[in-house]
């Protein structure tokens, strides 16, 4: 029997599988069909629609789409499936079970400011709003299948060593990032987010035995992938927590990250509670030390913070109040802004601010900016702010809510985050700062973008057409909002063309084209250029 795996890419608040990440979903599914000895083929919707491949799977037993987007933002490693999409591609295959799974399943939309529709559709054989891997775990083999149940680890720590071996399909591999399933549900006891999907989702908080972690991890270092983030956890510093009185387990997040810094090339984290750091501020300080000794430069723990207006924090039952939340970004910012040899940050605080939640008024963008304004003046870091519209599913408080939409007060507030965003990106990534295996994935004009295997990874304008999926070693020359500007390291002025001569603030087509003509250049300091711009120039140099 033989079986195909679409996927469609899922973006939740504790799991990414947009490219070059691989969420678990993907991988459990896949070791599940090994399990029963069932061939397993696996392609990204990118793909299908590169190479037209609609109609391309009738000769399969097993035609199963994965894919959901509860959080939506910016991707530039491919494009989340659509509705109809889904429909086409069921609708040309008749002849495989179809079968639909992810997060869509629980509503659809791909805009923030939405309420999700529901998934409904002829075509689907189907519709699985329990685990999908469960489901293929069962389905091979009884008429006793569950389509809403819950997968439990006993289940996980058989399918997901074998679930590795599908990552060698992907079109990116080797270079791909993994996320690995650390725990599921909210370890929080006081109740939930009015707009959180996660305890819908993945019900009761529990914890993935370290063991099983780490058995993974090894499967899938040995088919050649070695780039891991602990992504898939609502907060990832209370991994273990069921075995310390809900506290940090520092000698358990030793073991983790000694045994996967012998396998792994990049490890990141993902989520971290920042009220979770506040109340446990001084263990939490030993754990951050574990990681930063570790981890992979360029980390991020992402905060919920979500707003600074206290009103809506409460009636939303976000659990972090705007003062703690300062402190935990404090925290973070004293154990790992410490850089590393190029000049990146080891760890540092990654923000969410959310619009559209119960309370909200025109004075919350003000009280935002505040606070906001308070963090650049006490030189703190923040990687990155993710600005979004809240998606309401059902299930959640704030589905049932009439929420005031304060359309002109959000963009206004986006056109003050381009800014904002601007300083804060000068001060996280300063020039001169160096950038290794930036992976090219577009080219516009004279220009390659790409980004680095990591958690939020910042996307690099580098200077030259360079081959799509090539890395280059690259070191900063300027800022966008959201983005850099970089040239090929190591640069050396002699052999630099002119475009990225005109690249360097203060050097224009004319006075690059008298450096071209003038070169040997063996002293910066002699050449007729201002201060600053030699400055920058002997920063590149290294």
């Known amino acids: 029997m033989k079986a195909v795996i679409i996927d469609g890419y899922v973006d939740e608040p504790a799991i990414l599988g947009v490219p070059p990440y691989v969420s678990p979903y993907i991988r459990y599914a896949a070791g599940a069909l090994y399990y029963h000895g069932i061939d397993v083929d696996y392609f990204t919707i990118d793909q299908v629609r590169e190479n037209n491949m609609w109609q391309s799977f009738n000769h399969y037993e097993y035609l199963i789409i994965i894919g959901g987007v509860t959080v939506p933002g910016h991707y530039l490693g491919g494009t989340p499936i659509s509705l109809t999409e889904i429909n086409k591609l069921f609708s040309l295959n008749k002849e495989p079970l179809r079968v639909l799974g992810g997060p869509i399943v629980k509503g659809y939309t791909l805009k923030g400011g939405k309420s999700a529709i529901k998934v409904e559709s002829n075509e689907i054989d189907y519709l699985v709003n329990g685990d999908i891997e469960k489901f293929l775990f069962e389905y091979p083999i009884s008429d006793d299948f569950d389509l809403n149940g819950r997968s439990n680890y006993e289940l996980i720590s058989k399918i997901a060593p074998l679930g590795a071996e599908i990552l060698k399909k992907h079109p990116r591999y080797p270079d791909i990032i993994v996320e690995m399933d650390v725990s599921r549900g909210c370890e929080r006891t006081n109740g939930f987010c009015s707009f959180c999907t996660e305890p819908l989702i993945n019900g009761k908080y529990r914890e993935r035995p370290l063991k099983d972690l780490i058995e993974e991890a090894k499967a899938i270092s040995n088919v050649g992938v070695k780039n891991f983030r602990f992504g898939r956890a609502a907060n990832f510093l209370a991994y273990g927590s069921l075995k310390t009185n809900n506290e940090p387990n520092i000698e358990l997040f030793k073991e983790l990250y000694q045994e996967m810094s012998k396998i792994s090339n990049v490890i990141h984290t993902d989520n971290g509670n920042p009220a979770y750091i506040v109340k446990y501020k001084n263990k939490i300080r030993k754990l951050l ?254």
């Open 289 to 542: 030390e574990i990681i930063v000794k570790y981890n992979t430069a360029g980390d991020i723990l992402s905060f919920g913070i979500e707003s600074f207006d206290e009103n809506v924090v409460k009636k939303n039952r976000v659990d972090i109040l705007p003062e703690d939340s300062l402190e935990a970004i404090r925290i973070v910012n004293e154990i790992g802004s410490i850089r590393d040899e190029n000049g990146v940050p080891k760890l540092l605080p990654g923000m969410n601010l959310l619009y559209g939640l119960i309370g909200e008024t025109k004075e919350t963008f003000e009280i935002n900016k505040r606070y906001l304004e308070r963090i650049l003046q006490e030189g703190l870091l923040v990687r990155r702010i993710n600005v979004r519209q809240a998606m309401s599913f059902p299930g959640t408080q704030l589905y049932n809510e009439k929420i005031k939409q304060h359309k002109k007060e959000f963009i206004k507030f986006k056109e003050y985050m381009e800014d904002y965003n601007n300083e804060m990106i000068k001060r996280v990534f300063p020039i001169g700062t160096k950038l290794k295996d930036v992976i090219i994935e577009e080219i516009k004009g004279k220009i390659s973008f790409g980004r680095q295997l990591g958690t939020y990874p910042i996307k690099t304008g580098i200077i030259g057409n360079f081959n799509k999926l090539n890395k280059i070693d690259c070191v900063v020359i300027s800022h966008g909002s959201r983005s850099l500007t970089a040239l090929k390291y190591p640069f050396d002025i002699n052999k630099a063309s002119i475009d990225e001569l005109i690249a360097i603030d203060g050097i224009g087509k004319k006075t690059a084209e008298n450096i071209i003509l003038n070169r040997p250049i063996n002293v910066i300091e002699d050449l007729d250029l201002s201060s600053e711009t030699k400055k920058i120039l002997s920063l590149l140099r290294g």
